[in-house]
């Protein structure tokens, strides 16, 4: 069974690499957000019900809690239960789910292809594109950046990603195949649903967002060092040593333990500064400064970003199928 894993695991990345997230196909990512909604209301009421004000925080908790667990089980024994009798079908039908699923797991494409919308409108001059692409990938406002807060946006968007989107649950599927894989999605879901500090989910959202911090904790440090292990590949416009130097030094600069890890790589790699304060739905949140402004962001930076960010889920992928391999052959 582990050689069938190891090809259905190499084959999904490399089909992520090719095709993405085909748009006319769902994506189970849509399908757990619409049972992560259902369970929310369920179990904690409809937004316009205030609940979190008449509910004591002890149940909000309990309540949030249960959430994780009804979604994070079905997200993963669905997986698990189609693999099985696929693969007692045939072992082909079983690869071919295994593929298809892994595929679906990561973003390297996707992310690639959101964010370079951003960089297209940028190098044509086209501002107010530039913003309107930016915020289908960002949940800042955008409308008031100028051209290098709208490349600073895609260019953190692309370094924060590389774990959570792309390395993170390469590292899933790698360990437990889909069925780990769409576990750690759901985690990841959930805590972008529901794992925020405001007034509806400062206590219903606590077990969604500490997990998702237990979960990417070692998937966030490994994809730091793969992103400097890839500045060190990829040369001149790569600064391996200094993106070392600020991991080092900013990679705790955020609310998140584990969010600043990829981007204080980023940003020492190509030798700007990244994060800072920003507004969101017209408030401005002060944050921490993330690299040293050693030049002005510019918007060939998200196309440095994305192969950064590429070369080092290459680099992910080649190591965990060596690894895999190595454990079939012992």
Known sequence: MLRYHIIGFFLGFVLDQLIGDPYPIPH????????????EVKLFGKKEEKREQS???QRQQLAGALLVILVVLPSALIPAGLLLLLYQIHPAAGI????WMTCQLLAAKSLRVESMKVYDALAGGDLAGGRKAVSMIVGRDTQSLDEAGVARAAIETVAENASDGVIAPMLAACIGGPVLGWAYKAVN???????YHNDRYEHFGTAAARFDDICNFIPARLSALLM???AGVLGPDFNAANAYRIFRRDRYNHKSPNSAQTE?????????RLAGDASYFGKVVRKP???DADRDVEYEDIRRANTLMNTAAWLGAVIMTVALTIIMIL
Do not use: K, N
């Open 96 to 99: 071919a789910l295994e593929t």
């Open 55 to 57: 509910m004591p925080p």
């Open 28 to 39: 189970p990512v849509v399908w757990i957000g619409r049972w992560i909604a259902f369970l």
């Open 228 to 230: 400097i292990l890839a």
């Open 264 to 272: 204080s790589v980023c940003a020492g790699a190509l030798g700007i």
């Open 289 to 291: 400064y993330i690299g």
């Open 189 to 195: 879901t959930m805590d972008s649903m529901v794992g």
